[in-house]
């Protein structure tokens, strides 16, 4: 399972700003108060969290190659030419 520690701020950034925009309208995160936007961070680390720990055969495993974690993603071959 991923730990919601491991997600990359730009991605949480990134996300919060998706969420934030898609409910509110868009620009509205250029519009929130700085006070509120903890809130829309931590709302994006959970569903990020969530949406990979829910991922079937998703895979969190420590690479070979660097002394990373990575993620691994399987796409299901009926959804690739979709």
Same mark, same amino acid.
């Given at each position: $399972? &991923?730990? @919601?520690? $491991? &997600?990359?701020?730009?991605?949480? =950034?990134?996300?919060?700003? %998706?969420?934030?925009?898609?409910?509110? *309208? =868009? *620009? /509205?995160?250029? =519009?929130? @108060?700085?006070?509120?936007? @903890? $809130?829309?961070?931590?709302? %994006?680390? %959970? %569903?990020? /969290?969530?949406?990979?720990? /829910?991922?079937? *055969? *998703?895979?969190?495993?420590?690479? $070979?190659?660097?002394?990373? =974690?990575? &993620? &691994?993603? @399987?796409?299901?071959?009926?959804?690739?030419?979709?």
């Amino acid at each position: $399972m &991923i730990d @919601p520690k $491991m &997600i990359p701020d730009e991605v949480l =950034e990134s996300t919060a700003w %998706a969420m934030c925009d898609d409910i509110n *309208g =868009e *620009g /509205a995160w250029d =519009e929130t @108060p700085f006070r509120h936007r @903890p $809130m829309w961070r931590s709302a %994006a680390r %959970a %569903a990020i /969290a969530a949406a990979l720990n /829910a991922w079937p *055969g *998703g895979q969190v495993r420590l690479s $070979m190659f660097t002394p990373q =974690e990575e &993620i &691994i993603l @399987p796409v299901p071959q009926d959804k690739v030419n979709d």
